[in-house]
């Protein structure tokens, strides 16, 4: 009989998931693009009036280069935050990650500017966010078994995804009642607190500690013999194709992530019940997003990760390209569902990716692989800024939903093909 999974490694997830649900705020960025992007094009480059005196408006491309910034940021910091965490443990990559977040989201409320959100929540939240976010998942992965491996990975990157269930109606609230600077300023506060918090908590194993094997493992997924190093790790065609697999799945979340708020627009009009409580789609798809990190993370353990990868990219494609049609009906109904879709199974990607990089090249240096194996995250956000960009240009959303489904076609093509990588010394190379 199996012994117990400690009740500390349940405490290390947990505190991992509260990380998760401050660094999250990127997924409420839609909220603050519709603030700062008006309907009206005449008002471009104006200055605004009332509680956000002093800040100026947006287009449809600014509006998403701070969002931009701040996912690419996010990926580079992922680097030096798994070698941070690797080396030194998941306590000080998460204060720091909660500190810098914290000041990029004041400055950004006080500068009032484009150049303040790019700095202020692209850079400096980019940096917080990827210092952060390397040190939860590995902290917690170290405590259980690899069967479990795709569960645990569901349930801590879950809190990221989960941001947007609250952090949308409260950044609304905070716009509202209190402008754009208090939004950002209030929020850099708490965030400070709780991830500073949390971040104590991100305990690692004991030496000589030994994951509990559960009772009954059913065809768990096949692990690396050995742990790789980054050079080993780099000089296999997998790492190149999990890359590829990361841009082309997370591309397509991002893009509705990054315009949720504008699409229910498109689709309910600019009056009515909607157009006065957009962030319903953005928390919407927040829970969605969380739920497909778990569920997928779950059934991963038991069809294997790059099936469940290929079952969830083939469904959202579908979504995306039917996705101009669903907005020239204008059914809100039915914009609801494709979008719940996507969100399922971009947060499914956000669960299966670490979780096969410690499949295939073990538990050991996750924080550094992992974290350059999340390069193709931060690449996949030039995909949401063209978008902006095509709907700037023609007027419509369809050439950045096309786009976005073949992208994610070829990644699920690409993934057919990918298999577990060996050492060398395992190849008799």
């Known amino acids: 009989m199996s012994a ?10 947990a505190a991992g998931t509260a990380v998760n649900l401050c660094l999250g705020i990127l997924y ?16 471009y480059g104006r200055p605004m009036t009332g509680l956000n005196e002093g800040w100026t408006y947006l287009d449809n491309v600014e509006g998403t280069v701070a969002y931009a910034v701040c996912g690419i940021t996010f990926a580079l910091f992922m680097i030096p935050g798994g070698r941070l965490q690797d080396r030194y443990g998941a306590k000080i990559g998460a204060t720091l990650g909660g500190l810098f977040l914290a000041v990029g989201c004041i400055l950004a409320g006080l500068m009032k500017s484009y150049t303040g959100l790019v700095v202020g929540f692209g850079v400096l939240g ?30 801590v990157v879950a809190g990221y995804g989960a941001a947007a269930v609250y952090i949308s109606p409260l950044a609304d609230y905070l716009i509202r009642n209190y402008g754009l600077t208090g939004s950002f300023v209030g929020l850099g506060v708490f965030f400070a607190v709780v991830v500073v918090i949390a971040g104590q908590l991100l305990n690692p194993p004991p030496a000589g500690y030994v994951a509990p094997i559960p009772a009954h493992i059913v065809d768990g997924p096949k692990v690396a013999a050995n742990d790789f190093r980054a050079k080993q790790m780099l000089a296999t065609w997998q790492f190149y194709a999990l890359v590829f697999l990361f841009i082309g799945s997370a591309q397509s979340g991002l893009l509705v992530i990054a315009n949720a708020k504008p699409f229910l627009t498109d689709a309910a009009g600019k009056t009515g019940f909607f157009a006065e409580n957009a962030w319903l789609l953005v928390t919407f798809i927040g829970v969605v997003n969380a739920l497909g990190r778990v569920g997928t993370g779950r059934y991963s353990d038991r069809i294997g990760r790059l099936n469940a990868y290929a079952l969830n990219g083939l469904v959202s494609a579908a979504c995306l390209f039917a996705a101009p049609w669903v907005l020239a009906e204008k059914n809100v109904l039915l914009l609801f569902a494709i979008i719940g879709v996507m969100a399922w199974q ?15 090249y073990g538990p050991k240096n996750m924080g550094l692989n992992y974290g350059l194996v999340f390069i193709g995250w931060g690449v996949a956000f030039f995909v949401p800024t063209l978008g902006g960009y095509i709907k700037e240009t023609s007027g419509a959303w369809n050439g950045a939903f096309y786009l976005s489904g073949g992208l994610l076609v070829a990644a699920v093509a690409v993934s057919r093909a990918v298999r577990r990588p060996m050492l060398p010394e395992n190849t008799g190379t």
């Not at 210092?131 to 569901?154: D, E, I, M, N």
């Not at 971009?346 to 295939?360: E, K, Q, R, S, W």
């Open 346 to 360: 971009y947060g499914g990607t956000l669960a299966l990716l670490p979780a096969v990089t410690a499949d295939y």
């Open 28 to 43: 409420g960025w839609s909220v603050w693009k519709a603030a700062l992007v008006p309907q009206d094009k005449a008002l």
């Open 126 to 155: 980019g940096i917080g966010m990827g210092l952060g976010y390397a040190a939860a998942t590995p902290a917690a992965v170290k405590w259980f078994h690899s069967s479990r491996r795709g569960l645990v990975v569901g349930l």
């Open 4 to 13: 117990a999974v400690p009740a500390r490694a349940w405490a290390v997830t």
